[in-house]
């Protein structure tokens, strides 16, 4: 027994059990039928049987799966700054997070394609509730992030996972990719929360902290959706907020944003990869010896790289002049994408409710607003 065993993905020698207990299972040949169209069921099934790794899983059947879903629901992926990394080197990409299920499939999708590690990944233990999607989830190599717990349990839950990430990034040679906040952004403010750092940090056997984020490899990721398939499912939660109400979660809210964020229309894409963090690393040491200043610091690094390089979309900058009654970026866009975004906003919410439109405008706007924050960044 590994003290590991109730977070980890499954062992390779693990997975060919696991595959045959689901192999019949709806929802996998839901997923199946959607990713060979063409391909009798017999086939597939034939093929999973034979299937006894991870990683063989991950790139026979998910990558297919994924390119479906771009094929289907998007306009195509485009990547920038992988070229910069090195094959043989696991890094801790920190990335802003959008989309469930999607933004680490593509990262993964992404480092394939160049043939660089792929990731673990941290998945909420609240989105894989379903038997099948639990087993589905150790078989894409995540591990489980524990939600709700008590204070107490919270502490033990985060020394645990930090534990796991430092092994899995130092002596399993195992890229990690986790959000930079906990649960997806739903105003579209990109903004890493220092629990984030200071649960990382607890795996440290450096001296100083900032030895350790250098050794572990922090690389930011931005990734950014020209439609967000969810938006209008995070309108609730936006409206609760205005009127000062506690949200709660319908029954199954997290498996419907799971599945309308695989086939929503997404349009364009884009990932890119920020620098290694490095001589960064080097100043925040030199200036804070406080660590609660050092993870204040690095937060607003991580922040500058992911906001500065996040990749703006016509929708943006649309949203941005609606939401301000102005023509300021007219330039980025044309009167077609204009009306089509403006369809989009009818069909999707109320528009004559003030709160809810400037919610959803918003959402799509503050990138643009945050990247303007940067000198000359736009």
Known sequence: ????????????????????????????????????????????????RKTHSKRD????????????VLQKSSDGLTTSGFEKLDKHTPYLFISNHRDIILDTSLINVSLYDHGLIMTASAIGD?????????VLSRLNRNFLVQRSL??????????????????LLTRENRSVWIAQREGRTKDGNDMTQQGVLKMLAMGSDEENLMDYFKKIKIVPVSISYEYDPTDMLKMPRLMAEANDEVYIKEKNEDFMTLIS????????????????????????????????KQIQALAQVIDDSILTTYKLWPTNYIAYDLLNDTNRFANHYTEKEKNLF?????????????????????????????????????
């Open 57 to 68: 899983f991950q790139i026979n059947f998910i990558y297919n799966a994924i390119q479906q």
């Open 342 to 378: 403006e369809r989009r906003l009818e069909m999707r919410i109320d528009i004559e409710n003030k709160v809810m439109r400037e919610g959803f405008l918003a959402m799509y706007a503050n990138p643009v607003v945050n990247k303007m924050k940067y000198e000359n960044a736009v």
């Open 1 to 48: 027994m590994s003290k590991f065993d109730h977070i980890r993905p499954f062992y390779d020698s693990e997975v060919n059990e696991a595959i045959c207990s689901v192999v019949h299972h709806p929802m996998m040949k839901a997923l199946m039928s959607f990713t060979f169209p063409d391909v009798e069921e017999e086939v597939w099934a034939n093929q999973l």
């Open 126 to 134: 609240n989105l894989v509730q379903k038997a099948f999607l639990h």
């Open 150 to 167: 008590s204070p107490r349990e919270l502490l033990q839950s985060s020394k645990l996972m930090s534990e796991y990430i430092c092994q």
């Open 261 to 292: 964020g695989i086939m929503g229309q997404k349009k364009h894409i884009h990932i890119h990869v920020g620098d290694i963090l490095d001589k960064e690393l080097d100043v925040i040491k030199e200036e804070n010896d406080n660590q609660n």
